[in-house]
């Protein structure tokens, strides 16, 4: 299977843990994109890649969340001191910009849940 | 401003039956996208619409891009059972932005 995989699938953490989610996208893709979602919501945009480079944050990314790609391949995000509040989906996506199109291909997703 | 509003929240329908559901906004897009969410797993796109006016079908899907460019609509014909799950509309600004979702049930 050559989607977009996601590790772990669920993680229970205890509050004020830091916690460290895995995203391997689609090999070619250029851009990688960071999701949360909670329930009866739709996603809400985190940050993106184009390549190694980070190039959007939304505000909904607080300083206890930091997201990497070093390679420009897999990248990771991480939440420090995890909240209750943290409690959601975290979905990665990936795409093959080009030109005006940019179809993003999602994983399946990190269910976190703080205790 | 750049809200997507989308509705009904949720729909109970026969198997067979035709299901219609739509997204406004107040603002301008240049891309309508419609997603479906199954539980446990991330959304998968079902279509994509470029232009104002336009419309495509998947399948028994039929997306229509508004000629306004603030809205967007999704149909599906002749529901089966497998079509259960949550719709999403999304647009593209730098990241992409959804909807609250349709959850969809059909009844067998």
Excluded at chain 1, 93 to 101: E, I, K, V
Excluded at chain 2, 14 to 43: A, H, R
């Amino acid at each position: 299977d050559t989607g977009v995989s996601q590790d772990p699938r669920h993680k229970i953490t205890k509050r004020g843990q830091n916690v460290t989610f895995r995203c391997d996208p689609i090999s070619e893709h250029n851009r990688l994109y960071w999701y949360r979602q909670t329930l009866g919501q739709g996603p809400e945009f985190l940050t993106y890649f184009q390549n190694e480079a980070q190039l959007e944050k939304s505000r909904l990314l607080s300083d206890r969340f930091s997201a990497e790609r070093p390679k420009g391949s897999f990248s990771t995000l991480e939440i420090q001191r995890t909240e209750q509040g943290d409690s959601a989906m975290y979905l990665c996506a990936s795409s093959l910009s080009s030109g005006n199109t940019d179809t993003q291909y999602f994983g399946p997703g990190t269910r976190l849940t703080v205790l | 401003g750049q809200q997507l509003n989308q509705s009904p929240q949720s729909m109970f329908i026969q198997e067979g039956e035709d299901v219609s559901m739509n997204c406004t906004s107040s603002s301008i897009f240049n891309t309508w996208l419609w997603y479906k969410q199954d539980p446990g797993e991330g959304p998968v796109l079902l279509i994509a619409l470029y232009k104002a006016g336009e419309l495509t079908s998947n399948g028994r899907l039929t997306a229509q891009f508004g000629i306004t460019r603030k809205d967007s609509f999704l149909n599906i014909s002749a529901s089966i059972p497998s079509d259960v799950g949550i719709y999403f509309c999304a647009v593209n600004l730098q990241e992409r932005r959804f909807g609250a979702g349709t959850r969809l049930t059909v009844k067998p």
